[in-house]
């Protein structure tokens, strides 16, 4: 299996942006229909691109705030736990107190 290729986002960025300049000031003089298409195809590619960036970050931001829910949902058990194990000692160390 080959490694996966992830491509830096600021130089994919760049390549988008040049190549499509470049084919919207060439579209109409000869150019072959598929390159006339590129300059569309790459804008629907960066909208696409920049509509999966914002769905991450909505994802990731959702993540980020059930992770610290359930934190603080642990915090608190813990607390809890805590609190009836020093609770449990008091008791044990009165009852013992009271047997001596």
Do not use: C, Y
């Not at 080959?2 to 830096?8: A, G, Y």
């Not at 986002?9 to 040049?18: A, I, M, R, S, V």
């Not at 980020?64 to 000692?89: H, Q, V, Y």
């Amino acid at each position: 299996m080959p490694p996966s290729i992830s491509p830096d986002p600021e130089k994919l960025n760049n390549f988008l942006e040049q190549g499509g300049h470049f084919f919207s000031w060439n579209k109409g003089k000869n150019t072959p229909n598929i390159l006339q298409n590129f300059a569309e195809r790459l804008s629907d590619l960066r909208q696409s691109l920049e509509k999966a960036s914002g769905e991450l970050q909505k994802t990731m931001n959702k993540a980020s705030e059930s992770s610290a829910k359930l934190a603080s949902a642990l915090n608190w058990l813990t607390s809890a736990g805590a609190l009836i194990g020093g609770a449990n000692l008091v008791v044990q160390i009165i009852a013992l107190l009271k047997h001596s």
